[in-house]
């Protein structure tokens, strides 16, 4: 690439390597950004909705994926271009955020980006095409507000969660049990939430799974699975009224930290040693059982001795339970983490209802299930499955679910799902951009037809004549002057979207206009690209 | 190569590259417009963004001219001079980079025919002088103050500032929403010099709308390990202690070597690293601090040990925020913990864990000597957010100028338009060919309004005309009037706030006029063999100005 030549023709040598750059810049720049944008959106698209299907990605050592979560494959995807990593930025974004809609964002993105071409090709600015779709955003984002309902929910009555987080799960593989799935996750979701504050900590949930079972096995558990078993097997399998002592500190005789030697040099002091060995062991397992301790989690191991000295005591013990865990059995039980056996008191202790040791099935697999704890503040769902990427994409389908629920604690507004929200939008859009003098008019107008772009890949993936149901629908929505018609994906009757229980959280729409608009404003304003020519 | 064709006398190495006079003038001029052309479509409101994608895999899109000059890479020592002022522009008031690479390339051009037609450079680079020093000189009559003016009218004018630097960005949509919290920063930290109290913090998700500003410190959730969780992650008014030390059970001396002789020392050795340990924990909870922050490790039995006695702690902060806490409660960094006195600790009305995107976040607010603040940029990518910290720098500093020299002049191009007319008015007082040169100067200005009209896709000259008709009006009556982006027509910048800060125009003038007379004052550039196996990089710097000679003698493959 050359920015300049003198009088003979020759190129200057201006930047390093030049010669190894590429440059597109002005319509054509824009033009290729967009391209990228759209091939990114396009392969998503067919993922919309409860009929969308899913995709496989098998990463570079070999591992299989099976997803239709929008984030989770751009992520695997591995993009390469400037324009398609943004993209996967604004899924990831919609997925911290809110954790669901990361499909829908990258179709809006990608429709939006598709309209700009056109406009483009007009020969409109493109920073007024950008100001024009700000201004449409917000008029959406605003009407988004006037449509939406708020609903009250209660400890007692949670049925809203419930349909609103099942929507989520519809577009799911696992969609078969999604009420019982929305029902987990509802639950998980109340059981740590913070009502007053309006906030949820999903830290506090833990998602395990287990490749066994079926799907509908899957289960709420108020307390903690460890994937562990007993140290030693002729430990008791199932403690009632538990008092655990939760350890950091191994079973074993401690150890300075400075460089240390011991000189022993006489038969005698090995034998001191020895017993003095053994006699830690034996205050160790003594001073458990002194404050009360029926059952030890230690975070270390320990070596056989001390396993035997346990089990002769009568002490069940679990070893080797990692931090994160450990602190979640902490929160549990309501017990502290004891980092030094001086330390151990009988207020330290946790307190756990049951505790037992399950075996799953044929094979050897077991698992500890610590529940009816002091304070369930931290819950588990157990997840099973025919395979692991079932259990990977249950896992996310979950986790989406557990969003969805957690955003509805923090704002009670819905609106309704299949595609309605964003036609009763793109009316609305529709009808103010008439009030806009100006090129953005233009702008306007382009984004009230690219949000049809969802209901309309909604209606193309169910297998309907996307623009036969979309025009019908929307002219429904205007006739009946009502916002909830929307695409009928499993051939219920009715496209009433109050009638099939079809709910998406408000906020989690209004960041997808809000977020998707950015970045098409950001890929807009670019009219030049320089990179090094191998890309 | 040509220098060959000819016999000549040979007085530098072989392979020596040596061109001189006037063609090699004018192709110095032709780098720099080229190098001008490229951030040319960056100015104003419509301006756009250019991406950069390096070797490495790095992108940036960025508007910001400093910023993408930097990233160019640009070796052609002449041209490189304009890199040298934009980055000047830059950390001197921080905006108007674009402006001044700008103006610096017009200039050029218009001396290129004077210098084509023979006239004398270093008669050029008089009168450039002289016009800049006018130019000035009338900026500072034009520039209106804001001083004496109350606080509340104050701080509304320097939201205008902070929104015409902010209007050409991308995050320029919500302009007024990040100019209000750039000025409610600026105010926070009052006149102390040190830029770093200002934090900016990013968090990818969210929208913009969903940045805030946090009168006082807030960091990202450090790591930490087991029993973290039980602490209490809310506390108003608590005391804050600050170290600098590992709060972990670890052997006190590197190297040191303990040997035993009797077996039943050994619990000894244990008990005295544990309390040395404890020792150090409990004097941090007696001194009455409910958090306790360290720039290094905090292991997991203090973890566990505060989160026994409800106090929160984290390890790993880093340098710059631990200090900006420091300075935001009024604490001061301890590398002991001996001694700990209550003047030595921090305070704030309020510290939070709280939960911002998909990161948990430890905000102090409130803080006392409030002479801190933090932004958390959100945005839908990490460009995204990489651009809107480079813009809100660029807001920072312009209201931080704004603050100190408080006079601004009308932006959208009128202050330029009126130090044109200026100039040519003076222009025609003088005899000689000095009123040719004031006069491409002069018309060199005119470049500003010209480009924003360009960039927003109006018709440049139609504005222009417009414009002068304006600034010709005898009464002055027209004098604010800068090109109007929103209706392609005009409009007086004055009465609609778009504003700058009067250094920046001034600084730009300054250093634009220099660059073009340093290049201009270059007649002959002798390159080293050596140099071009070292792609330049080290000839160039070690060349200084001096131009490259007319392209010739390059090795193209």
């Known amino acids: 690439m050359a920015l300049a030549f003198d009088e003979y023709g020759r190129p200057f040598i201006i930047l390093r390597e030049q010669d190894q750059k590429t440059r597109l810049r002005g319509l054509d720049a824009q033009k290729a950004n967009i391209a990228a944008g759209k091939a990114v959106a396009r392969i998503l698209r067919t993922s919309l909705g409860p009929k969308g299907m899913d995709k496989m990605l098998q990463s570079p050592d070999g591992e299989v994926t099976i997803t239709n979560d929008g984030a989770t494959i751009l992520e695997q995807m591995d993009v390469d271009n400037q324009i398609g990593k943004l993209m996967v930025e604004l899924s990831r974004s919609q997925d911290y955020e809110i954790g669901d809609g990361t499909t829908g964002v990258v179709v809006m993105a990608g429709s939006l980006l598709e309209q700009a071409e056109k406009l483009l090709e007009r020969g409109i600015h493109p920073i007024r095409i950008a100001e024009g779709y700000e201004v449409a955003s917000r008029i959406a ?238 819950v588990t769902i157990f997840i099973r499955g025919g395979n692991k990427m079932m259990i990977e994409e249950t896992k996310r389908s ?60 909604l209606a193309e993936n169910s297998g309907l004549q996307p623009i036969e149901t979309l025009s019908a629908v929307k002219s429904q929505q205007i006739k009946e002057n009502n916002s909830y018609c929307g695409i009928d994906c499993n051939d219920v009757g009715t496209n009433d979207m109050r009638e099939q229980n079809v709910f998406e959280t408000l906020i989690g729409k209004q960041q997808q206009i809000l977020l998707a608009t950015q970045v098409v404003k950001m890929i807009l304003k670019i009219d030049d690209v320089i990179s090094p020519s191998d890309y | 190569m040509s220098a060959m064709m000819q016999p000549q006398i040979i007085l530098l190495k072989e392979g020596t590259d040596a061109s001189q006079g006037k063609p090699q ?64 522009q830059d950390s001197e008031v921080g905006d108007g980079t674009t402006t001044v690479v700008l103006l610096a390339g017009e200039f050029l051009k218009e001396a290129k025919p004077f210098v084509d037609d023979g006239v004398h450079p270093q008669n050029l680079i008089r009168s450039y002088r002289t016009a800049s020093n006018l130019a000035i000189e009338k900026i500072k009559e034009l520039a209106s103050s804001i001083e004496g003016k109350s606080l509340e009218e104050k701080k509304k004018l320097l939201a205008k500032c902070a929104a015409t630097t902010l209007s050409s960005k991308l995050i320029g949509g919500e302009k007024e929403f990040f100019a209000t919290m750039v000025v409610d920063a600026v ?34 959730k450090t790591f930490s390990y087991a029993g973290f969780e039980q602490q209490p992650k ?32 050994y619990q000894s050795i244990v008990d005295a690293e544990w309390n040395i340990i404890y020792d150090k924990l409990d004097k941090c909870a007696k001194s009455g601090a409910k958090v306790v922050l360290s720039r290094l490790a905090i292991g997991d039995l203090a973890t566990q040990y505060f989160a026994d006695r409800d106090i929160f702690c984290a390890g790993r902060v880093s340098e710059e925020d631990l200090q900006r806490v420091a300075a935001a409660s009024g604490g001061t960094v301890q590398t002991t913990v001996n001694n700990v006195v209550d003047e030595v600790l921090g305070t704030c009305d309020l510290f939070e864990e709280r939960q911002v995107g998909n990161e948990r976040f430890n905000i102090f607010s409130g803080c006392p000597s409030g002479r801190t603040a933090t932004f958390v940029l ?64 002069a018309k060199a200005l005119e470049v500003i309004p010209r480009q924003l009209c360009d960039n927003a896709g109006f018709d440049a000259t139609d504005v222009l005309n417009k414009l002068r008709q304006k600034h010709a009006l005898p009464s002055g009556d027209g004098a604010a009037y800068g090109v109007d982006i929103n209706t392609g027509g005009i409009a007086d910048s004055f009465a609609n706030f778009v504003w700058e800060p009067s250094v920046v125009k001034i600084n730009a003038i300054n250093a634009a006029t220099e660059a073009a007379c340093l290049v201009l004052s270059v007649d002959e550039t002798v390159k080293n063999p050596k140099s071009e196996s070292a792609q330049g990089e080290a000839a160039a710097s070690a060349m200084g100005g001096r131009g490259r000679g007319r392209g010739r003698g390059m090795r193209r493959r």
Request: proline content about 3%; overall charge neutral.
């Open chain 1, 398 to 457: 979950i986790h989406d679910a557990l969003c969805v629920a957690r955003n509805l604690i923090r704002n009670k507004s819905i609106v309704y799902g299949g595609g309605s929200a964003e036609i009763s939008c793109s009316i609305a859009v529709e009808a103010a951009a008439d009030k806009y003098p100006g090129v953005e008019q233009y702008a306007i107008r382009a984004f009230a037809d690219a949000l049809d772009a969802i209901p309309m890949a």
């Open chain 2, 25 to 88: 003038l004018i192709s110095n001029i032709n780098a720099c417009m080229a190098v001008a052309d490229v951030v040319r479509t960056t100015l104003g409101p419509r301006g756009m963004d250019k991406l950069i994608h390096n070797e490495k895999g790095n992108t940036t899109i960025s508007n910001d001219g400093a910023t993408i000059m930097k990233l160019l890479d640009i070796i052609h020592p002449a041209a490189k001079i304009l890199v040298d002022i934009a980055k000047s």
């Open chain 1, 141 to 378: 984002f605003e009407h988004l507000e006037q449509i939406a309902n708020k609903f009250e929910f209660s400890a007692a009555n949670v049925e809203p969660l419930i349909q609103t987080c099942m929507t989520t799960l519809s577009s799911k593989i696992v969609n078969r049990c999604k009420r019982s799935l929305a029902e987990i996750a509802v639950k998980a979701v109340l059981a740590v939430a913070d009502l007053e504050r309006r906030d949820v900590n999903l830290d506090l949930i833990k998602v395990e799974g287990k490749v066994g079972g079926k799907l509908e096995d899957t289960e709420l558990i108020y307390g903690i699975i460890v994937d562990k078993d007993m140290s030693h097997p002729q430990m008791p399998k199932q403690i009632v009224d538990a008092n655990i002592a939760i350890l950091t500190c191994p079973f074993e005789p401690p150890k300075p930290k400075t460089k240390h030697k011991v000189d022993i040099d006489t038969v005698e002091k090995f034998q001191t040693l020895r017993q003095q060995e053994q006699k830690y062991f034996d205050d160790m397992v003594q001073k458990c059982k002194d404050v009360g301790a029926t059952l030890v989690i230690c975070q270390w191991g320990f070596d056989d001795e001390a396993n035997h000295l346990l089990m002769n005591r009568d002490l069940p013990a679990i070893r080797w339970v990692g931090g994160v865990e450990l602190e979640l059995i902490a929160i549990a039980t309501g017990g502290r983490i004891v980092p030094r056996f001086q330390e151990l008191t009988t207020e330290k202790l946790g307190k756990a209802g049951l505790v037992r040791e399950k075996a799953f099935g044929t094979t050897k697999d077991r698992m500890i299930y610590i529940e009816h704890c002091a304070n369930s503040r931290a």
């Open chain 2, 378 to 441: 959100r945005g839908g990518a990490d460009q995204f957010i990489e651009e809107a910290e480079r813009s809100l720098h660029d807001a920072i500093m312009i209201v931080r100028r704004a603050m100190k020299n408080s006079t601004v002049v009308p932006g959208g191009g009128a202050i330029d338009m009126e130090i044109s007319r200026y100039l040519r008015q003076h222009a025609r007082t003088i005899a000689g060919k000095s009123q040719l040169f004031i006069n491409s100067y």
């Open chain 2, 234 to 265: 809310k506390f108003v008014n608590p005391k804050i202690l600050l170290l600098n030390i590992e709060l972990e059970l670890k052997s006190e001396k590197e190297n040191a070597e303990i040997r035993l002789s009797d077996p039943l020392q």
């Open chain 2, 187 to 220: 105010l926070a930290i009052g006149n102390e010099d040190r830029l770093n109290m200002i934090g900016i913090k990013k968090v990818p998700g969210g929208t913009m709308r969903d940045s805030f500003l946090v009168n006082g410190v807030a960091f990202k």
